[in-house]
């Protein structure tokens, strides 16, 4: 079962960048990050298969990278361009399974994640 560390989280202004980060142990056949708001559920933003083209929120298309540093074992999300409604508690996930492009941003589909890394946005 893999474990995973999220770091990186802090505040920023609108418009700025953010790179938070989830470093990996153990195996993973696909990874993603989420955003949690406050009283809400966990929303997918960025995920990938192992060796596949990574799907994106509405929201986070073209403006946020997610990456794979595989000797590293870290799983990055570059948030660029970033709005106020970007705020809220970033969680990395794993799954030893790969899935369908439907899947990868569904939450409920991953039974490994990091502690949270919260990102603040001020306008």
């Known amino acids: 079962q893999a474990q995973l560390v999220d770091s990186g989280g802090g505040s920023v202004q609108a418009g700025g960048s953010l790179t938070v980060s989830c470093r990996v142990s153990?195996?993973?056949?696909?990874m993603g990050w989420f955003r949690r708001y406050p009283g809400k559920e966990r929303e997918g933003v960025a995920a990938?298969?192992?060796?596949?083209?990574?799907s994106y929120s509405e929201s986070a298309q073209g403006r946020f990278i997610i990456s794979e540093t595989s000797g590293a074992r870290t799983v990055n999300l570059q948030m660029n361009n970033l709005r106020p409604e970007d705020t809220g508690t970033y969680y990395c996930?794993?799954?030893?399974?790969?899935?369908?492009?439907?899947?990868?941003?569904?939450?409920?589909?991953?039974?490994?994640w990091g502690q949270g890394t919260q990102v603040t946005v001020s306008s």
């Open positions: 153990g195996y993973y056949a696909r």
């Open positions: 990938f298969n192992v060796l596949e083209d990574a």
């Open positions: 996930a794993a799954d030893p399974r790969p899935a369908p492009r439907w899947v990868l941003l569904k939450s409920e589909e991953y039974n490994n």
